[in-house]
């Protein structure tokens, strides 16, 4: 009798033992397969980001071929304008720092390196390039705060004809045709004493 109960608990022990293995291997198998899910969701998610990287990089190229021409078109126009002719092209990266080109010279020298006046006038160029190109014929309201501070007297008068040109733009967005608004602040006394000299624009001191 004690041998057959010894035998007995011998096999139960057996069976405790193997159940616990199968449970374990149950248990490690479905660990396995939710791991596997995982995986195969972030391979998905991977060829996803992937996908849209490659469609976001090929209308980044687009919009660079089709936009950054003009873009550059409009800015050494402006640039010109404001530099009374001394400057008349400029290069713009993707990062849209630029270098500029002096009328009659073969190099193009990098914008960050000129003067404090010469400085604002091209990213004034480049704003007003910018904001024709987003806005194309409708043509809000331009803010501008203080971007004459740094011009010197005869290229503060050329930027205040630009704007006072600018303004007297017609909006196509407009039934009645009113001209496009410019709100030029600025805290300088010179830059009212010289727009008055321009004409066209209605001052108001504070």
């Known amino acids: 009798y004690s041998q057959a109960l010894s035998e007995h608990s011998k096999k139960q022990a057996h069976m405790t033992l193997a159940y616990r293995y199968s449970e374990r291997s149950e248990n490690i198998e479905l660990q396995l397969e939710e791991v596997d899910e995982r995986i195969r969701k972030a391979e998905s998610r991977a060829r996803q980001l992937e996908l849209a990287l490659k469609y976001m990089s090929e209308a980044d190229d687009e919009m660079r071929r089709n936009f ?42 990098e914008a960050e390196y000129m003067s404090g006046g010469t ?35 005869k290229r503060m008068k ?11 733009e017609k ?28 004409g066209g624009f209605d001052i108001q001191r504070l």
Do not use: N, W
């Open 68 to 109: 950054s021409p003009e873009l550059r078109k409009l800015t050494a126009g402006y640039l010109e304008k404001l530099t009374l002719g001394r400057y008349d092209d400029v290069l713009i990266d993707r990062e849209m720092k630029l270098q500029l080109h002096i009328a009659g010279e073969t190099q193009f020298r």
């Open 119 to 153: 400085y604002d006038q091209v990213y004034l160029a480049l704003r007003l390039a910018l904001s024709e190109l987003i806005t194309g014929e409708l043509a809000p309201p331009l803010i501008l705060d203080d971007v004459l501070v740094q011009f010197d007297e």
């Open 158 to 168: 050329a930027a205040l004809d630009l704007l006072a040109e600018l303004s007297r």
């Open 171 to 198: 909006s196509a967005a407009d039934s009645m045709g009113e001209s496009r608004q410019i709100l030029l602040f600025s805290c300088h006394e010179r830059v009212a004493e010289i727009a008055e000299t321009v």
